[in-house]
Every structure is written in C-alpha cells, then in structure tokens.
C-alpha cells in the first residue's frame, strides 16, 4: 500500500485528489495539511511513502518543507512529489535542488497522476528527457557548487558512467543497452551510487551530477 500525505492550502484540490487516489486498491491518503508546518508534522507522525506537496504555501512553503524533509533521517522514505499551477519555473529548480523527487502540474490527468504516485514511491524520479533538458540547461549558467563533488572519489568507473547517462534523462534499460548490460546491473550501479553519495532518488542524482561537473551541459546530446 503506498501511503500518501496531501498538503496544498486549497481544500477543493485536496478533496478532488483525495477522491482520485483513495479509490485505487494500492494507495492510501493518510492524512491532509493545509501549509508546510502541518505537513512537517504529520509527515514525521505518519511516515508517509509520498508526500504530494504545493509548491507555494503560507507558514511554510513548499520548498523550505521539502528541504525539511529531505535533511530528516527518519523520513528517508519519504518522496517528495512537488504540485504547481506553472509548470517548469525556478521554484520547481530550487525544489528539486531541496529534495523533491520530481513535480506534478495541478491540472494534471487522472491517469498520470496516478502513474507518478507509483513511479515516485518506487524511488524513480519524475523527471522526463525534456524536463532534463532544462535542468541542464539551467546548470549551463551555474558555477560548480563546492564540496559538491564529496564522495564521487568512492564511485566505480561503471558507477560513474551510470550516474552520467542518469544525468542525461535516460531509463534502466536505456543505460544498459548504452553499457552493454543487463538492466538489472544497470539498475546496481545506480543504487550504489545513489548510497554513496546519499541521493534520495534519480532526481538528486541529476542535481549532484551536474552540481559536482561529473555531467556536464555540453556533453548532452
């Protein structure tokens, strides 16, 4: 059963999501929050597997709750899934940057909604080639972050190169067939290197991979 947290400061949103989600036999809402606050503290209560949060909020907002989150040890499980009205912006960059696992637009569809939920509680990121694509092309006007690059001394030359093809939006099976291996091994080296260099998910290893240079802008196709 995947357990899911709503935090948005509309209640028609929550109610219509709740609706959409609690009808599903693998999903639960556990509970709502009406600001980043509550939502801190019915996460640590109730340990949810995914936590659907807005990205603007009074008291707290989403992004400083979803970088709460993310530093908690005992909410590792817990995936941040960021909700807006705007699409891709700065935010949802400095979001991503805090811990989130990927985002959502509000007016979403049923179906993917849904879809993300589970992709998200498997610990993928919700983050396609094109989002990827402005990532990186965010990264083009960053310096390097310092101290960044800790714990990339530890990572496997097939570590590494499976965390660069990650870089680069590209799935399991699309890494090994770049490898010439198996999806599962595809799916080892990435795990490991998520472990080392303590990413919560694919989307943080996108975020460490350019924030450290060991992807970079101009080496994506």
Do not use: W
């Amino acid at each position: 059963m995947i357990r899911v947290l709503l935090v948005d400061d509309q209640p028609l949103l929550r109610s219509g999501f709740r609706a959409l989600l609690d009808i599903e036999d693998d999903i639960e809402v556990v509970a709502e929050a009406a600001d980043g606050q509550e939502c801190l503290a019915l996460a640590r209560q109730l340990l949810p597997d995914i936590a659907l949060i807005d990205i603007q909020m009074p008291v707290v907002d989403g992004i400083e709750a979803t970088r709460l989150i993310a530093a908690d040890p005992a909410l590792a499980q817990t995936h941040v899934v960021i909700l807006t009205n705007y699409g891709f912006d700065e935010y949802v960059f400095d979001a991503l940057r805090a811990g989130a696992a990927g985002f959502l637009v509000k007016d979403i569809v049923p179906e993917d909604l849904l879809h993300a939920v589970r992709v998200a509680a498997r610990g993928d990121a919700l983050l396609s080639p094109s989002i990827t694509r402005k990532l990186i092309n965010r990264y083009v006007t960053l310096p390097l972050r310092t101290g960044a690059e800790r714990g990339l001394e530890e990572l496997t030359n097939r570590e590494r190169e499976a965390v660069a093809l990650v870089a680069q939006g590209l799935s399991n099976d699309q890494i090994a067939d770049r490898m010439v291996i198996s999806p599962l091994t595809a799916k080892t080296h990435i795990n490991r290197a998520m472990a080392k260099l303590h990413a919560r998910d694919r989307a943080q290893l996108v975020v460490l991979a350019y924030e450290s240079g060991l992807a970079t802008p101009r080496n994506h196709p």
